[in-house]
Structures are given as structure tokens and as C-alpha cells.
């Protein structure tokens, strides 16, 4: 059993870490949405798709309560959010969200990862021709919806492409970045179940890589994700 069983463990627990790291970046969420909008959900539409995406990832309702308390507090960190763009090897290009309190430490941190894996950290904006940032939700598929007719009346409020994600069994909207309010409040008075609600960077030009080429970059993509202050990453590399 002695095998399995560590194999099993290590598996539970870097499901465990995971599952911490999600709910810390969730609590940043929350924090700047509170400084932004407020602690009613109510009034605030960000903080309420971002409990949404609290209750998507399981944590706990007491977790979400608490980040919001903190965020009203004088004793909340200053967070700010920061966007690092570089390359890594064989020419792809990587975009880093951060939520920070110390600028100085985040950027250090986030050059010292692209030196090590062989990458360079650049300047802002550079990555601006490659990477569309978009609306993204993602409702529950009841088995009733007209996927063309939600299309059709969608485009209306900004969605560019929707599209039913079967292995998920969910409906994807792709939307314009300025469209996220509008498509907000339209799922929410038309009743949809929302799952997820967030902005992403798409790519607009891609790097094929082979696997001995994508693994170096994932070494990076690794390192970035493990720093606390990373958010997301994105990049640009198809293996």
C-alpha cells in the first residue's frame, strides 16, 4: 500500500494547495472589488460575480464573509493590481496579472522567474498586438437553451461567441472586455444559473511548440503561478 498511498497523498495535497491558492487569489478578488464598489453585493456587480466564482470554487461562505469584513476594514493591504508582460523561450510571449501590496517585491520576483527560464521581462504594452482581452461567462447548461437563438440575442449585449462546452456541460460566452456589466445584468434577470464570470486574455497569434520546447515553458508558467502575488498567466503557446 506504502506506494499508492504516498502517491494518493501527494496528489490530495497539491489538490489542498491548489485549492488555498485559489481561495487566496479569490480573496484579493474581493478585496479590491470592496475598495472599488463597496461591501453590498447588491450595489456592487463585481463583487457579486467574484462570490460567484467563490461558490464555483467551494469556499466556504464564512471565507467570503470574512474577505469582505477585512476589505471594509482600515486594517485591509493596499492592493494594487499590476500587469507584467515578457517572453520566454522559443519566442513565446507570457502576460502576468498581479495583485499586490509591494510592487517593488512583485516585479523582482517576476524578472528573477523569466531570467532563470531563460525569458526577459519587458516593457508595458508590448504584448498588446497578441493579446484580446475578453468578457468570459460561463452559465449551466439546463438542456433547454437555444444555443443560436442565446447567440443571436447576445450579440445585442456584446457577446462575440458562445458557444455549449459538453464535456463541462456548460454554455461558454466570449464577450467584449466593456461588455461585462451588460451581460452580467442580463443573465441575472433572465434567471441563468452564472458559474463563472471573469475577463481573460486571449491570444490572437499563436506559437506552435513542440513538447521538449513546451515543457520549458511550463518550467516558467510553474514558477510564475507559485508566486502568492501572481493572479493569472497567460501566454501564447500551442504543443
Known amino acids: 500500500m506504502g506506494r499508492a498511498f ?3 497523498k501527494a496528489r490530495k495535497m497539491k489538490r ?3 485549492m488555498a491558492k485559489t481561495f487566496t487569489r479569490i ?3 474581493i478585496a479590491i472589488a470592496v475598495k472599488s464598489g463597496g461591501p453590498d453585493p447588491n450595489s456592487n456587480s463585481r463583487l457579486r460575480a467574484i462570490m ?3 461558490k464555483a470554487a467551494n469556499m466556504p461562505k ?3 464573509e470574512n474577505a469582505i469584513k477585512r476589505a471594509s476594514s482600515k486594517d485591509q493591504e493596499d492592493y494594487k493590481e499590476v500587469v507584467y508582460e515578457g517572453y520566454g523561450q522559443h ?3 507570457i502576460l502576468v496579472e498581479c495583485t499586490t501590496d509591494n510592487t517593488n517585491r512583485t516585479v523582482a520576483n517576476v524578472r528573477s522567474y523569466f531570467s532563470k527560464c ?3 521581462l519587458g516593457t508595458s504594452g508590448m504584448l498588446d498586438f497578441i493579446f484580446d482581452r475578453k468578457s468570459v461567462f460561463k452559465i449551466a447548461n439546463d438542456g433547454k437553451t437555444d444555443i443560436e437563438e442565446l447567440e443571436l440575442e447576445l450579440i445585442d449585449f456584446g457577446a462575440e461567441e458562445v458557444f455549449l462546452d459538453e464535456e463541462a456541460n456548460q454554455i461558454n460566452i466570449y464577450g467584449e472586455f466593456t461588455a461585462f456589466g451588460a451581460l452580467q445584468k442580463y443573465f441575472e434577470e433572465k434567471g441563468f ?3 463563472h464570470a471573469d475577463f481573460e486574455r486571449i491570444p490572437t497569434d499563436t506559437k506552435q511548440l513542440t513538447d521538449e520546447q513546451a515543457a520549458d515553458i511550463e518550467k516558467l508558467i510553474e514558477k510564475l503561478e507559485e508566486d502568492d502575488d501572481v493572479q493569472n498567466v497567460y501566454h501564447n503557446m500551442v504543443s
Open 52 to 54: 460567484q466564482n467563490a
Open 6 to 8: 504516498e502517491f494518493r
Open 16 to 18: 489542498w494547495g491548489q
Open 62 to 64: 464564512a471565507n467570503v
Open 193 to 195: 444559473e452564472l458559474l
Open 118 to 120: 531563460g525569458g526577459s
Open 27 to 29: 480573496g484579493k478578488d
Open 91 to 93: 519566442g513565446v510571449a
